[in-house]
């Protein structure tokens, strides 16, 4: 089974994601990072996108969210 392909899921898989937003003089920013998964991915590879992520098993949405926002930008 090809894990990188969602059809080949025999079952849905919950996902946590993050709007990172902070305010900068009079102007609002937005988190945004650039996939780079050529080989798994090329299709949306080199496409913006927020932060996510799977949720693991035992964990909770808010314990998923703090972790892949971590994984993905360093920040706590």
């Known amino acids: 089974m090809d ?3 969602p059809d080949d899921f ?3 898989v919950p ?3 993050a709007i990172v ?3 900068c003089r009079k102007t609002t920013e937005l988190l945004m990072q650039v ?3 050529p080989k798994n ?3 949306y590879s080199g496409a913006f996108e927020i932060p996510a992520g799977g949720i693991e098993l035992g964990e909770s ?3 998923a969210l703090k972790r892949e926002v971590f994984e993905e930008t360093g920040l706590a």
């Open 3 to 5: 894990s990188s392909r």
């Open 15 to 17: 996902i946590v994601s």
């Open 10 to 12: 025999p079952f849905p």
């Open 41 to 43: 991915d090329p299709v």
């Open 61 to 63: 949405v808010y314990e």
């Open 35 to 37: 996939r780079w998964k």
């Open 21 to 23: 937003e902070r305010k």
